[in-house]
Structure formats: C-alpha cells, structure tokens
C-alpha cells in the first residue's frame, strides 16, 4: 500500500507559478512510476506529467508545452509538479498517483491515488 498526500495548491493570476508537492508513505514508493492528472469541474480527469521510479524519464502533456516540470526526490519520497505560466485553463483539482508501469498517461494504470490539491488560476 502507498498513501499519497498532495500540498501546494492555491489561487494565483495568470501568469504565476505554483509548486505543488506529494508526499508518499507506505512501501516501496521508489519502486512507482508517479503521475499527475487533474480535473476541472464538469470534465474528464486529465493526464499531466508522469516521471518514471528513477526520475531519469519524463513525459507531458501535449498542452503542458514547456510550463510545467515533473521532478522526485525517492529519498523524501515526494514528487513535484512545478507550475509554470500559468492560464485561467489550468485551473482544476491535481491529483498524483502511483503506477507500478512505467511512464503510462492512463489513469486506469494508476492504482493509488491522493486526495487532490485545488489550483485555482485567476484571470
């Protein structure tokens, strides 16, 4: 089992950046592909980033397009999103999640989840 907590949403202009934190406990996190996905009111949850359990491969979202950078740290066990330029469109629920495949964009590879952290983006 790994429980996963995100931190470090808010409300920000566009524009502006935001570093959001996940923090893993439990067994075995360095062994997880994580990810982040989001989902905004009314929308399908979305994929973002996910960083393989080295850290040494990324991948992105289309619409990410440079703004936003996935990163770990297996000896905090936390991964990070840092967001970048950020539009009123990015604004949703982000969620990370734990993958024992690497580097999948399909949230149904994702068998743990955390509770979600609110980015709110205003214009």
């Known amino acids: 089992q790994v429980q996963l907590a995100e931190s470090g949403g808010g409300l920000v202009q566009t524009g502006g950046s935001l570093r959001l934190s996940c923090a893993a406990s439990g067994r075995a996190f360095s062994s997880y592909g994580m990810g982040w996905f989001r989902q905004a009111p009314g929308k399908e949850c979305e994929f973002v980033a996910v960083?393989?359990?080295?850290?040494?491969?990324?991948y992105y979202a289309d619409f990410v397009k440079g703004r936003f950078t996935i990163s770990r740290d297996n000896a905090k066990n936390t991964v990070y999103l840092q967001l970048n330029s950020l539009k009123p469109e990015d604004t949703a629920v982000y969620y990370c999640a734990a993958s024992e495949l690497t580097l999948s964009t399909n949230r149904h590879a994702y068998g743990y989840w955390g509770q979600g952290t609110q980015v709110t983006v205003s214009s």
């Open positions: 960083i393989t359990w080295t850290g040494t491969s990324t």
